[in-house]
């Protein structure tokens, strides 16, 4: 398989799966992106056409600016066919909130810069990078939007593919900038989280990528064959991929004893199952769309002996206004409580209110929620060498 370029995706497609990259470059094959993927297309398509607006006029967006951004979203996200209706709210109020915070004294280099270079290896990677700003002479930020409703950790950050990328591609684009911080925007949940590269970063990324690009070129499309992992269920080739289909359509599933275990099998085993289990859950969430998409028409599905049918738990709620006037004012705080999504959109508006508040907080801790993570594997120690010995006779 011949590969023209190296991008962020096919390296994290290749890992993931090196039968995902065949798919991706096969111009016959169409990806089924989800609604997910397509609501943060149409949120990208409004900020930056907000933004390069906004360059244009050099002031503080006003009405039109907010009607140009809603209509770019709504126009992008029925183009992409996004049908989740919930979701073009969500969007919306992402685009909004976005512009809300829109600061024109912002120095901004470029946006949505689309790149194609080499690396000083010879390494061919393309990319496009949302937003480049000034900060100061020698430090430049790259941004990217996120509409994920939860943010990266630091450690995710530092082994971030993608940022590695940005800031590879960033240093070669920008030379006299010395300096680069990276962001990942999540417009969703109004969070900024940052990062950067170290020289040492930078080179180690560089070799990554000269072996990556001698795998890519050693692909060969007949025998690659599919990897069952914890993201096929969310795969936009899933459906077209033989083990994804062997492994739905397959009722056998190998229990070892635990206890016979050795810690390496039971690793691979915890990641077996975990991976299983949200390819299960992804086919899961599509069965009941069928479902619901027969059900709303009115159609049965049933069979001779069996007939899927519906159930609705029922919530009762009660306006917090009318049970204050019922109650008596001192036995209500053995019935409320305070909803802390709320509380904190409130505190956006309010932040003196932030110091205080955390000082009273109390946090409570669910039960654990065990997660793999790679070490460093540990350095034998040759004891018989004397120079390994630590002298204590000096002590």
């Known amino acids: 398989m011949q590969m023209k370029s190296l991008s962020a995706t ?19 094959i169409v990806s089924m992106k ?27 967006p006003d009405a039109s600016d907010y009607e140009f951004a809603i209509a770019s979203f709504m126009n ?33 280099i470029d946006v949505e810069y689309r790149f194609k270079l080499e690396t000083p290896e ?23 939007y996120k509409t994920a409703r939860t943010a990266m950790t630091n450690w995710q950050l530092r082994d971030d593919i993608q940022l590695s990328m940005y800031d590879l591609a960033a240093s070669l684009i920008w030379p006299e900038y010395k300096n680069r911080i990276l962001y990942l925007d999540y417009v969703r949940i109004d969070k900024q989280v940052s990062t950067y590269r170290t020289d040492e970063d930078r080179e180690t990324f560089r070799e990554f990528l000269v072996s990556m690009w001698i795998q890519f070129n050693k692909i060969e499309e007949e025998e690659v064959k599919g990897k069952i992992n914890n993201l096929c269920g969310w795969c936009d080739y899933k459906i077209y991929c033989p083990t994804y289909e062997t492994f739905i359509n397959s009722d056998s599933i190998s229990l070892t004893p635990l206890t016979e275990m050795k810690d390496s099998e039971f690793l691979n085993h915890w990641t077996s199952v975990n991976d299983k289990k949200s ?13 619901s998409e027969r059900s709303m028409q009115g159609a049965d599905i049933a069979d001779e002996t069996r007939e899927l049918y519906t159930t609705q738990a029922a919530r009762t709620n009660y306006e917090i206004e009318e049970v204050v006037d019922l109650m008596p004012k001192e036995d209500l705080f053995a019935v409320l409580a305070v909803n802390k999504a709320r509380l904190d959109r409130y505190v956006r508006d309010h932040p003196d209110l932030k110091a205080p508040l955390a000082r009273i907080a109390k946090v409570n801790y669910n039960a654990p929620v065990f997660k793999i993570k790679k070490v460093d594997p540990v350095e034998e120690v040759d004891v018989g060498n004397p120079t390994t010995v630590k002298d204590e006779s000096a002590a």
């Open 10 to 28: 096919g390296i994290r497609d290749f890992l993931q799966c090196v039968l995902k990259v065949v798919f991706r470059y096969d111009r016959e």
């Open 34 to 60: 989800n609604d997910h993927m397509k609501i943060g297309i149409a949120v990208h398509e409004a900020l930056e056409q907000f933004t390069r607006r906004m360059l244009a006029k050099k002031s503080f």
């Open 76 to 108: 992008s996200a029925t183009k992409v066919g996004l049908e989740t209706l919930s979701f073009y709210s969500d969007g919306k109020k992402m685009v909004t909130e976005y512009i809300d915070k829109f600061d024109p004294s912002e120095e901004i």
């Open 122 to 144: 010879g390494i061919p990677i393309v990319g496009a990078i949302d937003k480049v700003v000034k900060i100061n002479e020698d430090t430049i930020a790259i941004i990217d």
């Open 279 to 291: 390819a299960l859950e992804s086919r899961q969430r599509e069965l009941k769309m069928i479902a």
